[in-house]
């Protein structure tokens, strides 16, 4: 084992929620604000998903001590009849919001075929991936939809002018093996993604950016031009129409559902949060439900891999795969993000992450 060097770190999982835990509660949250958010950031990574992963460590600390997450008061509720239920989060941490919305939404699916939660003004809750763990060992299917109405980076399309973002949805399809776990934004990539593009001075893989006067370009650096270029919908040029369609669906329901949108001014960092839980049981039963799935997945594999494929991933596989990796060698995390976080550490007087980082040789 080597430390201290430019190549990716390896951190316990453990280790890393603990220490990211750490900083939150020195910067503000409660212990149990701290560990829920902490513990959906390491999960965001343990999965892949590594611009929403502890690379938005620093922003959370930025948005706590201007404000922005807020971690006094309480979340008040704005409807409940059971099966449904709206939440208004008041920017508290978000992470901690949708896991006790998550919580409540399982133990009331014991009664209901359905369960409903709309959430308004919730700060940033990192990958939707993160949040079906609980929700899968319990066989239950779900839905989830976020966006912030304080960012704007994808024009509808035929347009030149930002109105929405990226706008990701989210599903949980169990099955009886692993399950299908769905996260994508409805467009072509992340704002996030673009900005690490950016920071590191790359063209982006293909043009999946429109400037501001609409035409397409891989330069990262059309997002932050004035005025704003735009990310593609899914589909692109040619089809970005249908990823737009999906980006309309998900502003209903996330927003307008909680009564929390785009007719409001705009500020950044307060999501809506849309999730719906079915359980199976209660509609065809659920080990019949449980055998359809598996069997859609079994014959969804066995399609003869493409010329030149190594033949069929579901969603969710690989992130699966790559968790179970590093809870036995470690989150990777590279030596730049550790040092974006060492330097929050030092103004919080707290140990550096590096400390607890090692290499495998």
């Given at each position: 084992?080597?430390?201290?060097?430019?190549?990716?770190?390896?951190?316990?999982?453990?280790?890393?929620?603990?220490?990211?835990?750490?900083?939150?509660r020195?910067?503000?949250?409660?212990?149990?604000?701290?560990?829920a958010?902490?513990?959906?950031?390491?999960?965001?990574?343990?999965?892949?998903h590594?611009?929403?992963?502890?690379?938005?460590?620093p922003?959370?600390?930025?948005?706590?001590?201007?404000?922005?997450?807020r971690?006094?008061?309480?979340?008040?509720?704005?409807?409940?009849d059971?099966?449904?239920?709206?939440?208004?989060?008041?920017?508290?941490?978000?992470?901690?919001?949708?896991?006790?919305?998550?919580?409540?939404?399982?133990?009331?699916?014991?009664?209901?075929?359905?369960?409903t939660?709309?959430i308004?003004?919730?700060?940033?809750?990192?990958?939707?991936?993160?949040?079906?763990?609980?929700?899968?060992?319990?066989?239950?299917m779900?839905?989830?939809?976020?966006?912030?109405?304080?960012?704007?980076?994808?024009?509808?399309?035929?347009?030149?002018?930002?109105?929405?973002?990226?706008?990701?949805?989210?599903?949980?399809?169990?099955?009886?093996?692993?399950?299908?776990?769905?996260?994508?934004?409805?467009?072509?990539t992340?704002?996030?993604?673009?900005?690490?593009?950016e920071?590191?001075?790359?063209?982006?893989?293909?043009?999946?950016?429109?400037?501001?006067?609409?035409?397409?370009?891989?330069?990262?650096?059309?997002l932050?031009?004035?005025?704003?270029?735009?990310?593609?919908?899914?589909?692109?040029?040619?089809?970005?129409?249908k990823?737009?369609?999906f980006?309309?669906?998900?502003?209903?329901?996330?927003?307008?559902?909680?009564?929390?949108?785009?007719?409001?001014?705009?500020?950044?960092?307060?999501?809506?949060?849309?999730?719906?839980?079915?359980?199976?049981?209660?509609?065809?039963?659920?080990?019949?439900?449980?055998?359809?799935?598996?069997?859609?997945?079994?014959?969804?594999?066995a399609?003869?891999?493409?010329?030149?494929?190594?033949?069929?991933?579901?969603?969710?596989?690989?992130?699966?795969?790559?968790?179970?990796?590093?809870?036995?060698?470690?989150?990777?995390?590279?030596?730049?993000?550790?040092?974006?976080?060492?330097?929050?550490?030092?103004?919080?007087?707290?140990?550096?992450?590096?400390?607890?980082?090692?290499?495998?040789?």
């Amino acid at each position: 084992m080597t430390c201290g060097t430019e190549q990716d770190l390896r951190i316990p999982a453990t280790a890393l929620s603990a220490y990211a835990a750490e900083l939150l509660r020195r910067a503000g949250m409660t212990a149990q604000q701290a560990a829920a958010v902490a513990g959906r950031l390491v999960e965001s990574d343990l999965l892949g998903h590594r611009t929403h992963g502890v690379a938005m460590l620093p922003t959370y600390l930025e948005r706590l001590a201007d404000g922005r997450i807020r971690t006094a008061g309480s979340i008040d509720v704005l409807n409940d009849d059971g099966a449904n239920f709206t939440w208004q989060a008041n920017r508290l941490p978000g992470a901690w919001v949708v896991d006790r919305a998550v919580s409540q939404a399982i133990e009331r699916s014991r009664n209901h075929a359905v369960v409903t939660a709309s959430i308004a003004e919730c700060t940033h809750i990192g990958a939707l991936q993160a949040y079906f763990d609980e929700i899968a060992e319990c066989k239950l299917m779900a839905l989830m939809m976020v966006t912030d109405p304080g960012v704007a980076s994808v024009a509808p399309f035929g347009g030149a002018d930002p109105v929405l973002t990226s706008n990701p949805l989210g599903a949980c399809i169990p099955t009886h093996g692993q399950p299908i776990l769905i996260d994508q934004s409805t467009s072509v990539t992340s704002n996030a993604s673009v900005r690490q593009y950016e920071l590191a001075g790359k063209k982006l893989p293909g043009k999946w950016l429109l400037d501001c006067e609409g035409v397409a370009t891989d330069d990262p650096g059309a997002l932050a031009g004035e005025p704003p270029g735009t990310i593609m919908p899914i589909g692109g040029e040619d089809f970005g129409y249908k990823g737009f369609a999906f980006g309309l669906l998900v502003e209903t329901f996330a927003l307008a559902l909680c009564g929390f949108g785009r007719s409001q001014p705009r500020v950044r960092g307060g999501q809506g949060v849309f999730l719906q839980l079915l359980d199976p049981d209660r509609f065809c039963g659920r080990q019949r439900f449980l055998d359809e799935t598996t069997a859609l997945a079994r014959q969804c594999k066995a399609s003869r891999p493409a010329r030149g494929s190594d033949g069929v991933r579901l969603p969710g596989e690989r992130a699966l795969m790559l968790k179970h990796e590093q809870q036995i060698s470690g989150v990777a995390l590279s030596a730049a993000r550790v040092r974006q976080v060492d330097d929050w550490a030092e103004r919080l007087s707290a140990p550096h992450l590096a400390s607890l980082a090692c290499t495998r040789t």
